[in-house]
């Protein structure tokens, strides 16, 4: 199974908006919807902030969302603070019971 | 609140077998979660080693091959997982995580540790 395919950076500005696309196959993005998305502050361990697409977990601000055309995911930052400067890595179900992640996507809030 | 801690040895010496814990503090390792190891070579993205369902099923990466196994210990609310033959390649920060299967995803983190194979 190959990684998914992010963008390897994204930049705004504070108070900007950044979409990161998330590009797979129909084994896994396009033929499911468990999308989930992770950012990743140098040094720790990854934080879930997305999962079945669009879902967000309990505490993840509503600036995260998600969504998914065919075989391409999005996680879209909206309102970029400071602290939204981070790895992004998207993963996803694919067939027979794997899991797959992206590539990963550096955000740099300029 | 659940916490996970991977424990195990930092080095390991090429075409020997890494082993590693992850103990559960929390929350009951038997109560319906999944729960998976994935790995982050230095400076490199994410990748899925494997998981181990509630059910005992186990699942993993298909790069991977007949590597690696995983079991749980539920009188010590531990899992673990082994990867035999292992190579520089196999250097990488090594995460235990839960891993809820109804609406998949990885939705609670060890700390990690990191796992050099070297000579």
């Known amino acids: 199974q190959s990684a998914l395919t992010q963008p390897p950076s994204a930049s705004g500005s504070p108070g900007q908006s950044v979409t990161i696309s998330c590009t797979g196959t129909?084994?896994?993005?396009?033929?499911?919807?468990?999308v989930s998305w992770y950012q990743q502050h140098p040094g720790k361990a990854p934080k879930l902030i997305i999962y079945?697409?669009?879902e967000r977990p309990s505490g993840v601000p509503d600036r995260f969302s998600g969504s998914k055309s065919g075989n391409t995911a999005s996680l879209t930052v909206s309102g970029l603070q400071s602290e939204d400067e981070a790895d992004y890595y998207c993963?996803?179900?694919?067939?027979?019971?794997?899991?797959?992640f992206g590539t990963g996507t550096k955000v740099t809030v300029l | 609140q659940v916490q996970l801690q991977e424990s195990g040895p930092g080095l390991v010496k090429p075409s020997e077998t890494l082993s590693l814990t992850c103990t559960v503090s929390?929350?009951?390792?038997?109560?319906?979660?999944?729960w998976a190891w994935i790995r982050q070579p230095p400076g490199k993205g994410l990748e899925w080693i494997g998981s181990?369902?509630?059910?005992?099923?186990?699942y993993h990466n298909p790069s991977l091959r007949s590597r690696v196994t995983m079991s749980v210990d539920t009188s010590k609310n531990q899992f673990s997982m082994r990867l035999t033959s292992v190579t520089a390649a196999d250097t990488a920060i090594y995460y235990c995580?839960?891993?809820?299967?109804?609406?998949?995803?990885?939705?609670?983190w060890g700390q990690g540790t990191l796992v050099t194979v070297s000579s």
């Open positions: 181990i369902y509630h059910t005992g099923n186990t």
């Open positions: 079945a697409v669009s």
């Open positions: 129909s084994s896994d993005v396009g033929g499911y919807n468990f």
């Open positions: 995580v839960r891993h809820p299967t109804v609406e998949p995803s990885f939705d609670c």
């Open positions: 993963s996803s179900y694919a067939d027979s019971n794997n899991y797959v």
């Open positions: 929390g929350y009951s390792i038997t109560d319906g979660y999944s």
